[in-house]
């Protein structure tokens, strides 16, 4: 794997969520020892990506020039490829600028972005939810992949898991992560166990003091379950998991919802003021395990102890 993946407190990297991810955000899953990561146009207008990008390398730096034994974690940066994002020149170029050592690439596999940041030394992984689309971008020059299955928060998959990285297995020997309902760390484990370098999760950081979501929204969360999940392309064209009652409070039947197509995807105008990502809430099927809204460093400390307990209950009986 990838010295960039190396040495984190947890195999995790801590998804880029629409609206929610922030520079704080970012910065306290980096110190708690995993990668954390926001999506670029998070940062309105796009000047701000500057700004948070200064933040967060400043932020970092300093940290572990006070904690030389114990540094951060890298964090990363998702790009939108895809033709709604206007932006996506100036923001591959502004993490060309800072260096960003992680890239997530989504909705698109493009040469050009790869080869940016290449230039300096970065990672570049996009996720993909089919083994088509990983041969694809591995073709067009991406390090790794990150495999979002079924269960998944936003814009995931239907295949199983197990499916998923047994085939890209069968091919692909380079950085892989996993995405799909994974709010634990026996969840967290068992990525590893079928397969994949590391865990993606978003969801169970949703409800942490630092995102960049409604007290409501964080709330729901805590209150909610896998039932409550809903499989929906209407919202955005692409299909997404998203939470019933935040759909049924908008004034529509979660139960009947009809079918979009993809040219209603608008990323702009989700951020200002369409319902997806802003009052349509996305979530994955792993909810059920979360019960508080905590700190970022707690939730991490949670995830370590759940991980270090299965992997020595694994070990146990497989010994016995």
């Not at 100036?90 to 890239?103: N, T």
Request: hydrophobic share 40%.
């Amino acid at each position: 794997m990838h010295q960039l993946f190396k040495n984190l407190r947890l195999p995790l990297i801590g998804s880029p969520m629409f609206i929610i991810s922030n520079p704080k955000m970012v910065i306290e899953q980096c110190k708690s020892g995993i990668i954390g990561t926001f999506p670029a146009l998070n940062a309105r207008p796009e000047a701000q990506l500057h700004e948070w990008l200064d933040e967060i390398t400043d932020t970092l730096g300093n940290y572990n020039t006070r904690n030389p034994d114990k540094p951060a974690a890298p964090f990363g940066v998702n790009q939108i490829v895809h033709n709604s994002n206007a932006r996506l020149q100036h923001d591959v170029e502004a993490c060309v600028k800072y260096k960003v050592p992680l890239v997530i690439t989504s909705l698109g596999a493009v040469p050009m972005v790869n080869d940016a940041i290449h230039s300096y030394g970065g990672v570049v992984m996009h996720d993909i939810i089919n083994n088509r689309h990983a041969k694809s971008a591995i073709s067009k020059g991406a390090d790794g992949l990150i495999a979002v299955a079924a269960g998944a928060g936003g814009h995931a998959g239907t295949l199983s898991p197990f499916a998923l990285i047994q085939e890209i297995r069968e091919w692909f020997d380079g950085p892989l992560a996993l995405s799909g309902a994974i709010a634990t760390g026996d969840a967290i484990l068992a990525a590893q166990a079928m397969g994949a370098d590391l865990a993606y999760a978003g969801s169970v950081f949703i409800a942490s003091d630092e995102a960049r979501a409604t007290q409501e929204y964080k709330q729901m969360i805590v209150d909610s379950n896998a039932n409550d999940i809903v499989y929906s392309n209407y919202f955005t064209g692409i299909h997404g998991n998203y939470l019933k009652p935040s759909i049924a409070n908008s004034g529509l039947d979660p139960d009947n919802l009809p079918d979009a197509d993809k040219t209603k995807m608008d990323f702009g105008a989700a951020a200002t003021g369409a319902k997806a990502w802003k009052d349509i809430w996305g979530s994955g099927q792993g909810i059920g395990a979360i019960k508080e809204i905590a700190p970022i460093a707690k939730i991490t400390d949670r995830l370590e102890k759940e991980y270090q307990r299965a992997k020595a209950r694994i070990c146990s009986k497989t010994l016995s």
